[in-house]
């Protein structure tokens, strides 16, 4: 069997070498000689976590049953791995057949968190391509991402030929159809990048320029190719039904965060949190029929031999044939022996007693996401769950003998005051409260957990302000002593990650120099504590000059230019406005099932779930 | 009767980077996926009665791997071997299959040699390493370092004791065949000879250029151990 030797040297002396190797179950071979496009779908993080992400398997599954195309994988290496390749010489390279990236057609990344971007340009520095689109030739690979974070996809602008917006299950491969069709044609980068330039879902940011005023807000985006549309239209898909997903995804040799079979049931969310981008770009809810849902997870099952089965969506509970679903899936896996897994359950009477049927004695933590502290807080980010629908369900399952309850808190939300914070502290106090009065006793422990609020583009929320970064810690603190108590757990994030993202998220083309610099001074993997350095960012932030307020603390006019304007999610600006504008108000709105509320989303699809329990 | 079974099988290629636990996880798997359901461990919490005879280092090729298992029905051996053949990623070939009837508990338990051929980056004939062989055996004691279990501290161990035989092989590159103490009573690993010979015959070669296979694993001969493979 061949093995490269230079590799093979490299893979005796670093850390779970299994992470480069490829040759997993299901790996899709092809002799690249058979094939007229060259996909890296990479990754900009660890193997571990790249391969827990269903999204890689659905498009390399879709990519690879095309003859002419081939979609091989590619993901960060770790530092020692990393430190290695660069003293050997050895670029990074593809797992399939260890080419290197450089020689692929397309070197492709999917954006899902901020922190991931600058590990994206580490990668294309290992890959020996240059980082910014105008040092690349004609024989560097095209570089394309996709996912939620494209849907600002201006902090990036500098360094991405092209970004898809929307589902990619059919524009990816439709691009490169295009892409076969402009080879054959003999055309140059430029030339492809024009023919695609009007089709659904396609940004090309060289095609635009943008102006700036002189308080640094944006003036006007001026396009430079005529034939780039005014704003780009997310690709919908309107029935997912028929997308065709993995029955038979890769099997990972190693142990990674997630080894399960995973099936998503539906995207979109019909609820609103108006803080949550997901809840928005992913609309209108689409759902795969429970036949389909029972049909991929037997022949996924079937084909891993995985010991568990989860489900994927926003929010398990809001299929619309839940119940008969849940029933169906307790009996499968238990014939097979298969433990299932449901996350995000609402939990009413009908989840408990599936809880009680799939985790027996072996009971995970309880978990709740009220976000909020106050009734009052929640009605402004519209998370519509209330105290009794908390403390109801907490009884409950005390009384069915869960040991641990886990909360979700947000902090920073707008219109935040401290009593919403000793409202976080209430909720905790009386959950350890009702198990002390339920006569239970044992140990109980609740755990609070504490994320800070970024402001999300294309969210109603995407013109509020954040909290500084002291203004964190001093909640933080704040809540720290107000949560010292007995059978309490308190958990937060780190604050000036938040601001990072937050600058990101809402950024524009000028944050490239800030990714230059932070690239210069060794940042990358910054979603690890051990590899974060706070001192790098900070000197990249003096040294690019970015002033950080600008981007995170600033609440945006609502008739300022956004970086984002440019991306049509297809739900309307003038939706957005009116949540935010409720928000502010404290009023709320319902989910959209009991009645449509105007988003914009049936302009462009048919919404088949919005106004079905209306009366 | 018990349905026991063994399998054979050997591990080529990249996949030699896989350790032993994603081993034991990877056949787990294809046992289920062919519908091999494996008798479990009582208890509290019960775990499938497989395992290898010999747990192989991450980073070591062989073809004498030896999968050990109980089954809840009694199974053919070709079917056996076939069905698990086609389950099989990249770089594992299930070379046969075969009823287990010992009176021995385990393999893992009567295991006490193992062969291995390790290639050095080196010129076989650059030097004699037939006199450096034997010189290098004719030392009173052959002192390496060995990671203790419980104190984590590195000690200086002899190891003379437990090397067997060592001959050179065939080859354009320095082969050396080693025969070491293998199992739960006494064990070598072959990466402390490696350490000590490269040492001793002043290599001035890299361990990571330095390739291992194993080629055969040996049982006790009282335990009377007959693989009918």
Redesign the interface.
């Known amino acids: ?3 490269n030797e230079k590799l093979n ?5 670093v850390e779970k ?2 992470r ?6 299901h ?1 899709v ?1 092809k002799d690249p000689a058979d094939v007229k496009a060259r996909f890296a779908f990479a990754f900009p993080d660890l193997y571990e976590i790249g391969m827990s992400y269903m999204g890689l398997q659905i498009l390399y599954n879709i990519m690879n049953k095309k003859e002419d195309v081939y979609c091989e994988r590619v993901f960060a290496p770790a530092p020692d791995m990393a430190g290695l390749m660069k003293e050997e010489g050895i670029p990074l390279f593809t797992l399939e057949t260890k080419t290197p990236v450089k020689e692929m057609d397309f070197f492709g990344f999917t954006l899902q968190y901020e922190m991931s971007f600058t590990s994206i340009l580490d990668m294309m520095q290992q890959a020996e391509v240059p980082m910014l689109s105008a040092d690349r030739g004609e024989d560097d690979p095209i570089i394309v991402c996709g996912g939620p974070c494209a849907y600002n996809p201006e902090p990036l602008a500098d360094f991405v030929d092209i970004f898809l917006i929307g589902d990619g299950e059919e524009s990816l491969p439709k691009l490169m159809e295009r892409y076969i069709e402009a080879k054959e044609k003999g055309l140059s980068k430029r030339e492809f990048f024009e023919l695609i330039a009007g089709d659904t879902g396609v940004y090309i940011p060289s095609f635009y320029d943008v102006k700036y005023a002189e308080d640094g807000k944006i003036l006007a985006y001026e396009k430079n190719y005529e034939g780039a549309p005014d704003r780009v239209q997310r690709y919908i898909i309107d029935d997912i039904e028929d997308v065709p997903f993995p029955e038979e995804p890769l ?1 990972p ?3 990674t965060v997630h ?1 399960r079979s995973v099936i998503e049931t539906f995207r979109g969310c019909t609820r609103g949190c108006r803080f949550c981008q997901a809840g928005m770009i992913y609309r209108p809810v689409r759902e795969r029929s429970k036949d389909k849902i029972m049909d991929l997870a037997r022949k996924q099952l ?6 568990e089965l989860s489900l994927l969506s926003l929010s398990t509970s809001d299929y619309s044939q839940f119940e008969p679903l849940a029933i169906e899936l307790m009996r499968e896996c238990k014939a097979q022996n298969v433990s299932l897994s449901l996350p995000s359950l609402r939990l009413d009477t009908f989840s408990f007693n599936v809880l009680e049927e799939i985790q027996g004695y072996k009971k995970s933590g309880l978990t709740f996401a009220p976000e909020a502290g106050t009734q009052r807080l929640r009605d402004v980010i519209n998370k519509g769950i209330t105290e009794k629908d908390i403390f109801d369900a907490v009884e409950q399952a005390i009384e069915l003998g869960w040991k641990h309850i886990k909360l979700y808190f947000m902090i920073g939300l707008p219109t935040e005051t401290d009593a919403d914070l000793d409202g976080i502290a209430d909720i905790a106090r009386r959950i350890v409260e009702i198990h002390k009065n339920s006569g239970k006793g044992g140990r109980f422990n609740v755990t609070v957990s504490v994320s800070n609020f970024v402001p999300k583009a294309h969210t109603p929320f995407q013109w509020a302000k954040q909290d500084t970064t002291a203004e964190f810690t001093r909640k933080h603190n704040y809540l720290f002593e107000k949560l010292k108590m007995k059978g309490v757990t308190f958990n937060y994030h780190d604050d000036s990650v938040s601001t990072l993202e937050a600058i990101f998220a809402r950024g524009d083309r000028r944050l490239s120099s800030l990714l230059l610099e932070a690239n210069r001074l060794g940042c990358k993997l910054d979603g690890w504590s051990e590899h974060f350095s706070l001192e790098k960012w900070h000197q990249a932030i003096e040294n690019a000059g970015v002033d950080v307020d600008f981007y995170t603390t600033r609440g945006r006019e609502y008739d300022e230019i956004l970086p984002w304007d440019i991306i049509d999610s297809a739900i309307t600006k003038k939706f957005l406005l009116s949540e935010m504008e409720k928000a502010t108000k404290e009023t709320v709105t319902p989910d959209c099932r009991y009645g449509c509320r105007g988003c914009g989303i049936n302009a462009r699809t048919t919404c088949k779930l919005g106004g079905i329990y209306e009366q | 009767m018990s349905n026991k079974y063994v399998i054979k099988f050997a591990k ?4 030699k ?3 032993h636990l ?1 081993m034991l ?2 056949f ?6 062919c519908g091999i359901r494996l008798a479990h461990s009582q208890g509290f919490n019960p775990h499938p009665k497989m395992g290898f005879a010999q747990p192989l280092s ?2 070591y090729t062989s073809r004498c791997e030896l999968l050990e298992f109980e089954t809840m029905e009694s199974q053919s051996t070709a079917d056996l071997k076939e069905k698990l053949a086609a ?1 099989m ?3 594992i070939e299930i070379l046969a299959a075969a009823p287990l009837n010992v009176s021995a508990k385990s393999l893992a338990g009567v295991v006490d040699e193992a062969l291995y051929k390790v290639v050095f980056p080196v010129d076989a004939s650059s030097a004699d390493f037939d006199k450096i062989v034997a010189d290098y055996l004719a030392q009173d004691e052959i002192l390496a370092e060995k990671r203790q279990k419980k104190t984590k501290k590195m000690a200086t161990v002899d190891i003379r004791g437990k090397i067997r035989k060592i001959a050179v092989g065939e080859g354009e590159r320095l082969t050396l065949m080693m025969n070491l103490d293998c199992g739960s009573i006494s064990n070598l690993s072959p990466e402390q000879v490696i350490a000590s010979f490269v040492k001793f015959a002043e290599l001035p070669i ?4 330095i390739e291992v296979e194993r080629l055969e694993i040996m049982f006790e001969k009282k335990a009377g151990i007959k693989l009918q493979f």
């Not at chain 1, 480069?20 to 179950?25: A, L, T």
């Open positions: 069997m061949y093995v040297n490299l893979l005796k002396r070498p299994a480069y190797i490829g040759g997993e179950n790996i071979m099997v040799l190693i142990e080894d079937a084909s891993t031999g995985h010991e | 080529e290629g990249y996949i980077y896989t350790s994603d996880r990877l787990k798997r294809a046992f289920k996926k991450l980073g389950m990623p990249m770089g890299d361990r990571y250029d």
